[in-house]
């Protein structure tokens, strides 16, 4: 098991997208990123997008069986990476065992999960500006934004004592520069491969 495989764990705004693109260069990893996969099929006006559309628009979230085979598709078809940085997904604690159950069939685990600590003022400050020339929708709505705070407190943070209990979790102090921040979790990162188990 010497893949390197991250999840980069935050609430919505913490810069997981800004800073999966930097480590996926510098580690040669494969970014697998969930929203980005729903929006591109929202563009392409697909099935899945269609239906992803409804639960994005209100800043809920899409059903775990639906990005659950998703993620796993990805995986498999990209088994041979050096390994996977993980982006918004898991999101759910039945999302974080089912990726577990996923790696362990293909000989594989969660090497590290980084949790991007970010205040809610910030956050708000970040996805607004954001909306403003993203054109995403769910960036552009105070109530949206708020409901997306509400549902990743609700149905996300849980798994941050998920992964405390498996001895993974790494917080990550997530203001300041993005240099700063890329520099602290390459150093988390390196630490967690050169630990024994
Ligand atoms: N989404 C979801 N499951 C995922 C990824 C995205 O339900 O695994 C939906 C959800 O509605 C979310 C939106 O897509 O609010 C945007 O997700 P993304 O991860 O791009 O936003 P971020 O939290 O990074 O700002
Ligand atoms: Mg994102």
Not at 8 to 23: H, R, V
Not at 37 to 46: K, N, S
Not at 60 to 82: F, K, N, S, T, Y
Not at 165 to 185: N, P, R, T, V, Y
Request: hydrophobic content about 35%.
């Amino acid at each position: 098991m010497s893949k390197l495989n991250i999840i980069l764990f935050g609430p919505p705004g913490a810069g997981k997208g800004t800073q999966s693109e930097k480590l996926t260069s510098h580690y040669a990893l494969k970014h697998l990123s969930t929203g980005d996969i729903l929006r591109a099929e929202r563009q392409a006006g697909t099935e899945l997008g269609r239906q992803a559309n409804a639960y994005i628009e209100k800043g809920e979230l899409v059903p775990d069986a639906v990005v659950i085979g998703m993620v796993e598709q990805m995986v498999r078809a990209h088994a041979a990476a050096p390994g996977f940085i993980f982006d918004g997904f898991p999101r759910t604690v039945a999302q974080g065992e089912a990726l577990d159950a996923m790696l362990k069939s293909l000989d594989m685990d969660i090497t590290t999960v980084l949790s991007l600590e970010v205040d809610e003022d910030e956050l708000t400050r970040r996805l607004l500006e954001r909306g403003m020339t993203s054109g995403r929708v769910d960036d552009q709505d105070e109530a949206t934004i708020r409901n997306r705070f509400k549902v990743y407190n609700n149905e996300t943070s849980p798994l941050k004592e998920f992964y405390k209990a498996q001895g993974k979790l790494q917080s990550i102090h997530g203001m300041g520069s993005i240099d700063e921040i890329f520099g602290s979790l390459c150093e988390a990162i390196d630490n967690s491969q050169s630990e024994t188990y």
